[in-house]
């Protein structure tokens, strides 16, 4: 008998349970290499988006850098390479791509830190571009926005230092792997509440 390789429907709602349940096994291949083209899109930002001293990608390494000499847990220093992952797509809701992105697999304070990053940093420079410096204060009795704060102000903020010495984005590769190979949506992994410190 032939192994069926594609499935016999030209529309959904036709599908069998065994044409699901092949797409399901693709499904399961393409989901082991998500860690992979996350480190290939990250690679990728290394051009575009001029004016800084630094590129994205390097923004992006030097923010988890600084996590990882924190003593952050992988959750954070995972989040802080991808949280502007979104730049080239999505240039005016970059936080949230990178907040679905992560969700399945990181803590869910980590995800919200995420998510928010974009108003939280406000705060440093709005004041110039005609926005409100202090939107985020919306937030200021949810239980992650201190969390929220540090991150802008510790690692992010402070990321566009040509001098900075990051390794490369190679040396992240292992945690990345290794994020992304949980399983997803696991209460275990989510601990919804759990405040992990970003220093240590
Ligand atoms: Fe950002
Ligand atoms: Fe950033």
């Known amino acids: 008998m032939n192994e069926m390789t594609t499935v016999g429907f030209i529309e959904m709602k036709h599908g069998t349970a065994e044409d699901y349940a092949l797409l399901g096994r693709y499904e399961h291949e393409y989901a082991a290499g998500t860690a992979d083209r996350i ?103 949810h239980p992650y926005y201190q969390d929220a704060v540090d991150f802008c102000e510790r690692w992010d903020q402070s990321s566009f230092d040509p001098d900075y010495a990051s390794p490369p984005l190679g040396h992240f590769a292992p945690m990345v792997r290794e994020v992304f190979a949980r399983p997803a949506w696991d209460e275990a992994v989510l601990r919804k509440g759990v405040r992990e410190p970003l220093v240590r």
Request: aromatic letters at 8%; zero cysteines; charged letters at 25%.
């Open 39 to 141: 480190l290939e899109q990250l690679a990728r930002l290394g051009g575009g988006l001029s004016g800084y001293k630094i590129s994205r990608l390097e923004h992006s390494i030097q923010t988890a850098a600084r996590a990882e000499a924190d003593g952050a847990d992988a959750d954070w220093i995972v989040a802080a390479l991808l949280h502007d992952i979104g730049d080239e797509l999505a240039p005016h809701n970059h936080d949230s791509i990178a907040a679905d992105i992560i969700r399945p697999f990181v803590r869910e304070q980590v995800s919200w830190v995420v998510q928010h990053h974009g108003i939280f940093q406000m705060v440093y420079y709005a004041h110039h571009t005609g926005g409100d410096p202090e939107a985020r204060r919306k937030y200021a009795d």
